[in-house]
């Protein structure tokens, strides 16, 4: 066989559950097309393909437990909403048959927070790639500014913005998640590639029931 063993990495696992996310996508967007569902995504698999993210906080350090325990709690939320419902697009449509899309607390809130907690991580991604003189501070306040500064509160931005000072540095960063400059380099270039079809998936569930991204 032409089976390669390459190191397993905690990012190298979670970009390989999020391909394999992106094309569960693919496959059923094309053998839904006809129907014009427009593709689905399993709440389990979704859900259980998050919460591997949570390994990459420990790299951070302690000043981003806070935002750990907030993403966690999301996801974890999400995870037993699978229990009941097989699909993103049934706790969508229950929540707005309930009006409660928005709510604190409700799976499509949730949801919502996921989504922006996965596309926080692409944008420090790209950041991250753009030039190496870039520090990680630098990256992940202009990504943070970028995708979740406008949808927190001033305190929220206060703390995360304190908390930028205790980022570990590049260097350490790469240490902390096992990679190469040259290795993390790829595997982020293939988590940018394999999440957005699935951000835009999400986005696109909200956006054609006619619920705005503003928040
Ligand atoms: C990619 C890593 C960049 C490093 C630095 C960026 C850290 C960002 C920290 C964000 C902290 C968020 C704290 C609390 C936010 C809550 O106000 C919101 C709203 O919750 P709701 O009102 O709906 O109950 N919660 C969230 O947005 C969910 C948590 C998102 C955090 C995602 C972080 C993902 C980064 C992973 C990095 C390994």
Redo the contacts with the bound molecule.
């Keep these: 066989t032409t089976t390669k063993t390459r190191a397993k990495t905690p990012l190298s696992e979670i970009v390989e559950a999020f391909e394999e996310l992106a094309k569960s996508l693919n496959s059923r967007r094309i053998r839904n097309s006809d129907k014009g569902a427009g593709g689905e995504l399993r709440l389990d698999a979704f859900s259980k393909t998050c919460s591997l993210?949570?390994v990459?906080?420990s790299?951070?350090g302690l000043a981003?437990r806070?935002?750990e325990s907030?993403?966690v709690a999301?996801v974890h939320d999400l995870v037993e909403a699978s229990k009941e419902y097989n699909t993103l697009h049934t706790i969508l449509d229950l929540d707005v048959a309930n009006g409660t899309v928005r709510t604190?607390?409700s799976h499509s809130?949730?949801l919502?927070?996921?989504r922006?907690?996965l596309d926080?991580?692409r944008a420090?991604f790209e950041q991250f790639l753009s030039t190496n003189d870039y520090s990680l501070r630098e990256a992940?306040t202009t990504?943070?500014s970028q995708v979740?500064a406008p949808?927190?509160?001033w305190a929220?931005r206060t703390?995360?913005y304190a908390?930028?000072y205790t980022?570990p540095t590049r260097d350490q960063l790469l240490l902390n998640l096992n990679e190469t400059e040259h290795s993390a380099e790829k595997n982020m270039r293939r988590y940018m590639n394999a999440t957005l079809p699935v951000i835009e998936y999400i986005d696109k569930l909200y956006i054609s029931r006619n619920i705005r991204l503003d928040w």
């Design positions: 993210v949570s990459l906080f790299c951070l981003f806070f935002a907030e993403y999301k604190s607390g809130r949730n919502r927070r996921v922006q907690g926080l991580i420090l992940a990504a943070y979740c949808y927190h509160t929220v703390a995360v908390g930028m980022l």
